[in-house]
């Protein structure tokens, strides 16, 4: 009686612990999609997702666009993801921004498939696999991956880089899910030699390579280089030498790697010509690497805080992983022959290691830096930082609800804040309403003018009506009087002006125009100015005489 009413009790703890992850699954991808439609932000958002538009609207997958003029800044696959978005959603900030949630959620998946398989495949020197949780709620292979994707859905970088239209959650997916397919396959040719070939077996290996060809299309010569640099690093960490196997497919596996990129390269250089080449791989790659040529200048250590914070609200587990590994790393260097110590640091973690530390090298030397260029490496870091975890955990349940009560909070305020309170402080971050309030009042169809001014979002809310430079480039206006002239070339009676509220004054008591300020919002106004006729402007006053 006793065993059956235990047996019960188990099931029932069961069912419960597979209701909680199944809830926080539940959970996940609906705060990764929530409040998708705030205003795009920033210089990049506006202006990627106004490229996608121009090139859905021409009906063209290959060649991006700017304001009508070649915008080769980037590869498509952000534009492509925009594209089918807008053919299903509509144009609009949502579907801009539903491919970097989708790849997003597909980050997250991929570090719970590694999780999954990681135990079964090491159980020779996986730490994780020697420290299972004594209780018969979750199998450890399925705890651990709940756990490791519990944790970076709910790290700030992976869910503010999901919830922008931006290329860094774009490169990141497919370079997580080809490493992971990667270690797949190298863990299991390491347990099973090649007693067995069959395709089921080579799968992870061709989906490494498949993956590479994406990332190739995602944000180009990176999504090659550090695959191939972090698997390279981790055989020498190891101080072993590749599989037989894996050897053989660098031929086949990069051909298949450079097919599954030349959907979008091919094509590209064809309609293009050496146009492209120039601008994408010399301008974009070689001379925003080597130099501050786009002006993002930052010190040499920039990521090595930038890449900390991300892994918020779990920082103080990534640091105690860290420095468990320089403890590690001390206690190795004291007794190199101890065969305990060779246990004590698994192939997933010197896999991690190798992973975080390509991309943090590769980029503290670059010329350009930009926070979001570190993403890559964020799944390392959580991987390491999930290990801790899942160890820190097991020690007591009242710890394993906190944690999960410090993710569900998270989550939760992610979810409000995107919902209902952030709009309320972008405020001075966007035209969208300056833009729609001049709409409203019978002005959809007039210029709209810089002055005194960049307004980067105008690239999306006032796209097809911007005055540009010859390149392309939005022009800043700098005089009312340029106003004028521009009022004259165009032969319009009226324009509307961009301008900073401090300069608004310039316009307010100009004898060349009258100007009607529309809205403004904090920061800019828009302005509805018409240029005085000639006769009020230049004539004399009449004189009184008595």
Do not use: C
């Not at 994408?280 to 930038?306: A, G």
């Amino acid at each position: 009686m006793l065993s059956e009413n235990t047996k019960i009790k188990d099931q029932r703890s069961k069912t419960k612990e597979r209701f909680i992850w199944i809830f926080f699954a539940v959970l996940i991808i609906a705060v990764y999609f929530t409040g998708l439609n705030i205003p795009l932000l920033g210089p990049d958002e506006p202006r990627y997702s106004q490229v996608a538009r121009e090139m859905f609207e021409r009906g063209d997958w290959i060649t991006p666009t700017l304001g009508g003029f070649d915008w080769f800044e980037k590869p498509a696959l952000l534009y492509w993801l925009q594209i089918a978005s807008y053919k299903i959603f509509g144009v609009g900030e949502f579907a801009a921004r539903f491919g970097s949630a989708l790849f997003g959620l597909g980050t997250i998946l991929s570090l719970w498939i590694l999780g999954k398989n990681y135990p079964q495949i090491n159980t020779d020197e996986n730490e994780l696999e020697d420290r299972r949780p004594k209780s018969k709620d979750q199998s450890p292979k399925t705890d651990f991956a709940n756990w490791l994707a519990l944790i970076a859905a709910s790290s700030a970088g992976l869910i503010a880089f999901s919830r922008g239209a931006s290329f860094d959650i774009i490169l990141t997916f497919p370079v997580t899910a080809s490493l992971v397919s990667f270690f797949i396959f190298d863990s299991t040719q390491r347990r099973e030699g090649a007693k067995t070939q069959s395709f089921y077996k080579i799968l992870p290996l061709v989906l490494f390579y498949f993956f590479i060809g994406v990332a190739l299309i995602a944000k180009g010569l990176v999504g090659i280089v550090f695959p191939f640099a972090i698997v390279a690093f981790y055989y020498l960490l190891q101080l072993k030498f590749p599989s037989k196997s894996f050897i053989a497919s660098l031929i086949w596996g990069t051909i298949l790697s450079l097919v599954v990129a030349s959907l979008w390269y091919l094509p590209m250089y064809q309609a293009n010509g050496w146009k492209f080449i120039d601008e994408f791989f010399i301008q974009h790659h070689f001379q925003r690497y080597t130099s501050n040529k786009y002006q993002h200048p930052q010190p040499f250590f920039f990521f090595l805080w930038v890449l900390p914070l991300m892994t918020i609200p779990w920082l103080p587990f990534f640091v105690a992983a860290i420095w468990k590994q320089i403890k590690f790393l001390i206690a190795k260097f004291k007794n190199q022959n101890s065969n305990e110590l060779k246990t004590r640091n698994s192939k997933l973690k010197t896999f991690a290691w190798a992973w975080l530390l390509v991309p943090l090298v590769f980029f503290s030397l670059s010329g350009s830096k930009l926070p979001g260029y570190i993403l890559p490496a964020l799944p390392a870091a959580l991987i390491l930082t999930a290990a801790f975890v899942y160890e820190f955990v097991q020690k007591s349940q009242k710890r394993k609800i906190v944690l999960q009560t410090l993710a569900f909070l998270t989550l939760i305020t992610v979810a409000l804040l995107a919902k209902f309170f952030i709009h309320d402080f972008l405020h001075e971050e966007t035209v969208k309403h300056l833009v729609d309030t001049a709409n409203s009042n019978g002005y959809a169809a007039e210029k709209i003018l810089n002055l005194h001014t960049i307004s980067h979002s105008a690239e999306f809310y006032g796209a097809g009506r911007l005055i540009r430079e010859p390149d392309g480039k939005q022009r800043r206006f700098y005089g009312v009087s340029q106003v004028v002239e521009e009022l004259e070339k165009e032969n319009a009676e009226r324009i509307l002006v961009l301008i900073p509220l401090e300069y608004l004054h310039t316009l307010t008591i100009s004898d060349l125009v009258e100007s009607q300020v529309l809205d403004e919002n904090g920061e800019l106004a828009i302005v509805l100015v018409k240029k005085k006729s000639s006769n009020l402007s230049r004539s004399p006053k009449p004189v009184h005489q008595s």
